[in-house]
């Protein structure tokens, strides 16, 4: 069986989405995982702030890695964001994960998402799917 960095990595060097972003990944361990990000200039909105897609694809990436390590290929079924502060260019951005609950099928994810002075700026929570592959 593949150990959870192993699996991170894996999934990692074929997300496109993911690398085209700029996600580092700092930590990987069972049911939990740590992304960073640096909000650049293509990733703002109109507004000049960051698009808040930027926050929900940093937590959704967060999620799939920390839901996969334990070995079975898991998918996202339902996720939500709630954005509390606004993302600036320049902004370091971290994803944490915090796993609610795992079952043998179904598991509840708690993505917070902080900037570089540790500020929240954002909570996601994903639920997904443990189907019977394996990595």
Known sequence: MKSPKEIVDLMFSNDPY????GISIES????????????HEQLLNGFSIAHGG??????????????????SKA???????????????GDELV???EE????NKIGVYQVTISNQ???VVAH????VFFSKDVW
Do not use: P, R
């Open 18 to 21: 993911s690398n085209f972003l």
């Open 95 to 97: 994803a944490t994960v």
């Open 124 to 127: 996601f929570k994903g639920t």
């Open 54 to 71: 930027i926050s929900y694809s940093l937590a959704d990436s967060a999620l799939a890695f920390a839901a996969n390590s334990y070995g």
């Open 117 to 119: 002075n540790n500020l």
């Open 75 to 89: 998918v996202s079924i339902e996720s939500s964001i709630s954005h509390l502060k606004t993302v600036q260019l």
């Open 28 to 39: 990987c361990g069972l049911g939990t995982c740590q992304l960073k990000l640096k909000v």
């Open 100 to 103: 609610i609950s795992k079952g």
